[in-house]
């Protein structure tokens, strides 16, 4: 049986935005490692520590669609389309220098698109359960931020950070709450992140 210790900031919100702002959406940068090595990273948009680790392959596209369907669905903000934003993303990257701090890249992508704001996420880890939904060997662990960012003055309108991986009932007694919600199971990591992910989302800004 399971429960979790987590780690998730709530985004703060700034005023102003009426919806009809441009967004360029770039696609979730992995900063893990598939190969399952472990170390200490920085958010390169905030500076936040997060423990890397193992990363699936797939993880940036499930939160890149599942985002993309979000923004869509409540119509908020003209989006530029992914397509769109992957390959600004690929040619303002690629004349980057290290001098050039990733916060100023994505400012950078933002104006080469024409655009009043620029979402961008980081992957740190996203370790699949090895096991079932009630005996595991190593339980799902996931840790993701992402970051909405004016490219007028770079400043941080919202953002969101999420970091966990999932514990039993008897090593964490202080998620009772969050171990029956989800029906004392062990779950995946896709799982755990999208469950994470619409809870970030319910103070994402707009009209």
């Not at 903000?77 to 001098?99: D, G, M, N, R």
């Amino acid at each position: 049986m399971s429960a979790s210790t987590s780690s998730a900031k709530l985004p703060e919100t700034k005023p102003g935005l009426s919806g009809t702002e441009k967004l360029l959406v770039l696609p979730f940068k992995i900063l893990g490692k598939q190969n399952g090595e472990t170390g200490i990273i920085r958010s390169p948009a905030c500076g936040t520590a997060f423990a890397t680790g193992q990363v699936s392959p797939a993880a940036g596209q499930l939160l890149t669609d599942h985002l993309l369907s979000f923004l869509h669905d409540n119509r908020r903000f003209k989006i530029i389309s992914i397509h769109q934003a992957i390959t600004v993303q690929s040619e303002s990257f690629s004349t980057a220098t290290h001098l050039i701090a990733e916060h100023q890249e994505l400012i950078s992508a933002g104006r080469a698109a024409k655009t009043d704001l620029v979402l961008a996420g980081y992957v740190f880890r996203f370790k699949q359960r090895i096991g079932t939904p009630y005996s595991v060997e190593s339980p799902a662990s996931v840790a993701f931020g992402i970051h909405l960012i004016s490219v007028a003055d770079g400043s941080s309108i919202w953002y969101g950070h999420y970091d966990e991986t999932q514990q039993s009932l008897s090593e964490n007694l202080f998620r009772l709450r969050l171990f029956f919600k989800r029906k004392l199971k062990w779950i995946t990591a896709e799982e755990m992140a999208i469950s994470a992910f619409d809870e970030l989302l319910e103070t994402f800004p707009g009209p």
